[in-house]
C-alpha cells in the first residue's frame, strides 16, 4: 500500500479520465492521493474533488508560479477553504527563481503569508522550491523563529513536540541539506527522478536520508518514471517510484511503503496509526520484539517517543509468550533471518528467547541476537555458551569506546557495564558465527577509533546505524 503526496489530479490533463485514474490507482495498490492546489480556483476544485472520493485529500494554496494572483482576499478565501475536514495542509506554496513566473518579492510575500495561515490552522505545508533552496529555508526559519507554536501541533497523533511540519516536494537538494530539513521538522518528498537515466542528486537522498522522514509522490501528470517517460504521469506509476528507492535503501518495496504510510500518517493525520506488534518483517526477516524492558536509558532511545520502526509500531503494552512468537513465525525457513529484538533487551528474557530460537533453529531458520550486551550482568553468569547452537548471529551495540561516555549514552554506570559489555563481546566472538558491533552515527562518537577496536581488539565486524 502506498501514498502519493504529491498529485494534480484537478489539472487539466486529467478532465477526460480523472474517475478511471483514481480506479487504476486504487488498483496499483495506491490508498490516497494528496492533490496540491496552484491557486484559488484549483484550491476550489480540489476540495470538490476530496469531498466526492475518499482515497483523495486536498492542499490548498498558490503555488509561487501563480503567487502574482495572490492578494488579501484570495488569501483569506484559502484559510476559509483550509476549515474543511479533507483540507491537510497549505500548498503548494514556495518559491521557484527557475522559471520566475512571478517576481521574486512576490513570491516571497505570498509564501510567507502562507506559512502564517498554516500556522493559525495548525497544518503543515507542502513546499516547492526551485533554484531558491536557500531563500526558502531562510524564509522558514525566519517564520519558525516567529511563531514557535507551529512546531507543537495539537494534531499530532502522538502529540510529540515538536511535530514535523511540512513536507519538500519533488525535493532538489542534496543530501546533507535534507538532514538539514529534517532536523528543522520537515520531510523530504523524491518523484520519478530517482527513476531516471540521470537521477541528479535524487538518488543520494533516496539512499541516505531515513525512511522515517522520506514520502513518495509522483507529482502528476509531471515527472512520469521510467519506463513511461514522454507519456502522462498518473497515480498508478508510484510503485516503479517506491521500487528504486526500495533498491536504493537496500529495503523491499513494502518496507518503504509502509515507512512512508506512516510518514503521511504523522505529517497530514491521514490514515491510522499502525497497531503494535509481537513480530514484523524487515526487508527478508522477521523481528521478535521479545520484552518491553531495558536495563539502559539510551539518549537516543525512541522508546519513550513514537516507537515505530519503518511503520512497524513496537510499543506493545505487555511481553508475548514463546507460544505466541512461535505461532506468529509459521515457517521460520522462509525468513534470511529471526532476529531477537524488543522494545527494549532482549536477554532480559533469556528463557524465551532460548525457547523460540531452539525452536526455529529445529525447524530450518537462521537466528540473530541484536543486544546491548548486559546479558551476563542481567542473569548474573556467562550466558554465551547457553547461546551456541541457537544463535547464529549477534549484534551488540557498542555505542561508544570511552566507558565515561558510554555510561552517559546509555545512562548506566559505564565503569560497570562497559567492561561487561566487551567480555560479552570477546565470548560472542570466541563461542558464536558472527558477530557485529555498532555504534549510532552521533557527532561525538569516534567512528575510526571505535572500527579500530572493534576490528582489531575484538575481531567482530563494525558497523553504523543512522541517529533517526
Ligand atoms: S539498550 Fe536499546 S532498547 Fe535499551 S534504552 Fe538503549 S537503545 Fe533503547
Ligand atoms: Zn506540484
Same mark, same amino acid.
Given at each position: 500500500?502506498?501514498?502519493? $503526496?504529491?498529485?494534480?489530479?484537478?489539472?487539466?490533463?486529467?478532465?477526460?479520465?480523472?474517475?478511471?485514474v483514481?480506479?487504476?490507482a486504487?488498483d496499483?495498490?495506491?490508498?490516497?492521493?494528496?492533490?496540491?492546489?496552484?491557486?484559488?480556483?484549483?484550491?476550489?476544485?480540489?476540495?470538490?474533488?476530496a469531498?466526492?472520493?475518499?482515497?483523495?485529500?486536498?492542499?490548498?494554496?498558490?503555488?509561487?508560479?501563480?503567487?502574482? *494572483?495572490?492578494?488579501?482576499?484570495?488569501?483569506?478565501?484559502?484559510?476559509?477553504?483550509?476549515?474543511?475536514?479533507?483540507?491537510?495542509?497549505?500548498?503548494?506554496?514556495?518559491?521557484?527563481?527557475?522559471?520566475?513566473?512571478?517576481?521574486?518579492?512576490?513570491?516571497?510575500?505570498?509564501?510567507?503569508?502562507?506559512?502564517?495561515?498554516?500556522?493559525?490552522?495548525?497544518?503543515?505545508?507542502?513546499?516547492?522550491?526551485?533554484?531558491?533552496?536557500?531563500?526558502?529555508?531562510?524564509?522558514?526559519?525566519?517564520?519558525?523563529?516567529?511563531?514557535?507554536?507551529?512546531?507543537?501541533?495539537?494534531?499530532?497523533?502522538?502529540g510529540?513536540?515538536?511535530?514535523?511540519?511540512?513536507?519538500?516536494?519533488?525535493?532538489?537538494?542534496?543530501?546533507?541539506?535534507?538532514?538539514?530539513?529534517?532536523?528543522?521538522?520537515?520531510?523530504?518528498?523524491?518523484?520519478?527522478?530517482?527513476?531516471?537515466?540521470?537521477?541528479?542528486?535524487?538518488?543520494?537522498?533516496?539512499?541516505?536520508?531515513?525512511?522515517?522522514?522520506?514520502?513518495?509522490?509522483?507529482?502528476?501528470?509531471?515527472?512520469?518514471?521510467?519506463?513511461?517517460?514522454?507519456?502522462?504521469?498518473?497515480?498508478?506509476?508510484?510503485? *516503479?517510484?517506491a521500487?528504486?528507492?526500495?533498491?536504493a535503501?537496500?529495503?523491499?518495496?513494502?518496507?518503504?511503503?509502509?515507512?512512508?504510510?506512516?510518514?503521511?500518517?504523522?505529517?497530514?493525520?491521514?490514515?491510522?496509526?499502525?497497531a503494535?506488534?509481537?513480530?514484523?518483517?524487515?526487508?527478508?526477516?522477521?523481528?521478535?520484539?521479545?520484552?518491553?524492558?531495558?536495563?539502559?536509558?539510551?539518549?537516543?532511545?525512541?522508546r519513550?517517543?513514537?516507537?515505530?520502526v519503518?511503520?512497524?509500531?513496537?510499543?506493545?503494552?505487555?511481553?508475548p509468550?514463546?507460544?505466541?512468537v512461535?505461532?506468529?513465525?509459521?515457517?521460520?525457513?522462509r525468513?534470511?533471518?529471526?532476529?531477537f529484538?524488543?522494545?527494549?533487551?532482549?536477554?532480559?528474557?533469556?528463557d524465551?528467547?532460548?525457547?523460540?530460537?531452539?525452536?526455529?533453529?529445529?525447524?530450518? !531458520?537462521r537466528?540473530?541476537?541484536?543486544?546491548?550486551?548486559?546479558?551476563?550482568?542481567?542473569?548474573?553468569?556467562?550466558?554465551?555458551?547457553?547461546?551456541?547452537?541457537?544463535?547464529?548471529?549477534?549484534?551488540?551495540?557498542?555505542?561508544?569506546?570511552?566507558?565515561?561516555?558510554? !555510561?552517559?549514552?546509555?545512562r548506566?554506570?559505564?565503569?560497570?557495564?562497559?567492561?561487561?559489555?566487551?567480555?560479552?563481546?570477546?565470548?560472542?566472538?570466541?563461542?558464536?558465527?558472527?558477530?557485529?558491533?555498532?555504534?549510532?552515527?552521533?557527532?561525538?562518537v569516534?567512528?575510526?577509533?571505535?572500527?579500530?577496536?572493534?576490528?582489531?581488539?575484538? !575481531?567482530?565486524?563494525? $558497523?553504523?546505524?543512522?541517529?533517526?
Amino acid at each position: 500500500m502506498f501514498i502519493d $503526496s504529491h498529485a494534480h489530479l484537478t489539472s487539466r490533463e486529467f478532465d477526460a479520465d480523472r474517475e478511471e485514474v483514481l480506479k487504476r490507482a486504487a488498483d496499483a495498490g495506491i490508498r490516497f492521493v494528496i492533490n496540491p492546489a496552484t491557486n484559488l480556483d484549483d484550491s476550489r476544485r480540489a476540495v470538490e474533488l476530496a469531498d466526492r472520493h475518499a482515497m483523495v485529500y486536498a492542499a490548498v494554496g498558490f503555488h509561487p508560479h501563480d503567487a502574482r *494572483l495572490a492578494d488579501d482576499r484570495s488569501l483569506a478565501a484559502i484559510e476559509e477553504l483550509s476549515t474543511h475536514p479533507k483540507v491537510v495542509a497549505i500548498g503548494e506554496t514556495g518559491l521557484d527563481f527557475h522559471y520566475d513566473f512571478s517576481p521574486r518579492e512576490v513570491q516571497e510575500r505570498v509564501f510567507t503569508a502562507q506559512l502564517a495561515i498554516a500556522q493559525r490552522r495548525d497544518l503543515p505545508v507542502i513546499i516547492h522550491t526551485r533554484e531558491s533552496l536557500e531563500r526558502t529555508i531562510a524564509l522558514l526559519r525566519e517564520q519558525i523563529v516567529r511563531l514557535p507554536q507551529w512546531r507543537q501541533s495539537k494534531r499530532h497523533p502522538n502529540g510529540r513536540t515538536p511535530g514535523p511540519r511540512g513536507v519538500f516536494h519533488c525535493y532538489p537538494g542534496d543530501l546533507s541539506t535534507a538532514w538539514n530539513l529534517v532536523e528543522m521538522g520537515f520531510f523530504i518528498s523524491l518523484p520519478g527522478i530517482v527513476t531516471f537515466r540521470k537521477p541528479g542528486l535524487a538518488l543520494d537522498v533516496a539512499a541516505g536520508i531515513s525512511t522515517e522522514h522520506l514520502l513518495l509522490e509522483t507529482d502528476s501528470p509531471y515527472l512520469t518514471p521510467v519506463p513511461h517517460r514522454g507519456e502522462r504521469n498518473e497515480p498508478a506509476y508510484l510503485p *516503479l517510484i517506491a521500487d528504486r528507492i526500495a533498491e536504493a535503501q537496500h529495503l523491499t518495496p513494502a518496507d518503504i511503503g509502509r515507512a512512508t504510510s506512516y510518514g503521511v500518517f504523522r505529517l497530514f493525520s491521514i490514515g491510522e496509526a499502525p497497531a503494535p506488534r509481537f513480530t514484523y518483517t524487515l526487508k527478508d526477516s522477521l523481528y521478535i520484539n521479545l520484552t518491553i524492558r531495558c536495563n539502559a536509558d539510551c539518549v537516543f532511545c525512541d522508546r519513550k517517543g513514537e516507537a515505530v520502526v519503518k511503520g512497524h509500531n513496537l510499543k506493545i503494552d505487555r511481553e508475548p509468550t514463546p507460544e505466541e512468537v512461535i505461532g506468529e513465525i509459521g515457517d521460520p525457513a522462509r525468513y534470511a533471518e529471526i532476529v531477537f529484538c524488543g522494545y527494549g533487551e532482549p536477554t532480559i528474557r533469556l528463557d524465551a528467547l532460548k525457547t523460540v530460537a531452539k525452536w526455529v533453529k529445529d525447524n530450518g !531458520g537462521r537466528t540473530r541476537l541484536n543486544t546491548d550486551g548486559h546479558g551476563n550482568v542481567i542473569n548474573k553468569r556467562d550466558i554465551v555458551p547457553e547461546l551456541v547452537g541457537l544463535i547464529d548471529g549477534v549484534s551488540i551495540s557498542l555505542n561508544s569506546t570511552d566507558p565515561t561516555q558510554y !555510561g552517559a549514552l546509555m545512562r548506566l554506570d559505564g565503569q560497570r557495564y562497559f567492561p561487561a559489555m566487551v567480555e560479552f563481546a570477546r565470548e560472542s566472538v570466541r563461542l558464536l558465527p558472527r558477530v557485529v558491533m555498532t555504534i549510532v552515527d552521533l557527532q561525538d562518537v569516534d567512528e575510526e577509533k571505535a572500527r579500530a577496536f572493534v576490528e582489531k581488539e575484538i !575481531g567482530a565486524v563494525f $558497523s553504523k546505524r543512522p541517529y533517526f
